[in-house]
């Protein structure tokens, strides 16, 4: 029996993580942080979401979550390419309806060498609070931007303050 290479053991362990991932109808672990969201679920008992968009995760009553990972050294949560609304007043609405008050919990998950080291919750409306004012000054000039969407990050002094520790 011969030893793999560690190359011949990536492949072959991408090619399994692949297959089982399409067995559980998880889709493409590979694809952005969908691995990420995959071993959030498992390690915090949420079922994982059946597709790329909409929630990342399901609680045990049926409630959407919406996840955010990171692997710097403090745990944050970045919201990005948030599509840009025709006016304030639409940008507020999408926000509420569509992007942040639509998850009833927020979990921000830090990783460290592979691991689930750090996982905090916010509401909903926690998030919401947080993010309107550093989205309501950054959306009078998104469009003059390369990127023209919205984005602002949820800190690890507010996530310290105000969440609560799940792991």
Known sequence: ???????????????????????????????????????????????????????????PNGEEYEYK???????????????????????????????????????FNRFEDGKLVESWSLTGHQVYQILLPKLKKKYPTVLNKKDPRLSANVTNTEIKKFGKRIL
Request: aromatic share 12%; hydrophobic share 35%; proline share 4%.
């Open 69 to 107: 990972s990171t692997t710097t050294a403090k745990v944050k949560g970045s919201y990005t390419g948030i599509s840009v609304q025709d006016t304030w007043l639409s940008q507020v609405k999408y926000l509420r309806e569509d992007k942040i008050l639509k998850y009833p919990l927020h979990f």
């Open 1 to 59: 029996m011969s030893k793999l290479t560690p190359e011949q053991e990536y492949i072959k362990l991408y090619q399994r993580m692949a297959k089982l991932c399409e067995q559980q109808g998880w889709r493409d672990p590979f694809s952005y942080a969908r691995s990420k969201e995959i071993y959030a679920a498992v390690a915090l008992g949420h079922k994982v979401a059946p597709s790329f968009s909409g929630a990342d995760a399901i609680g």
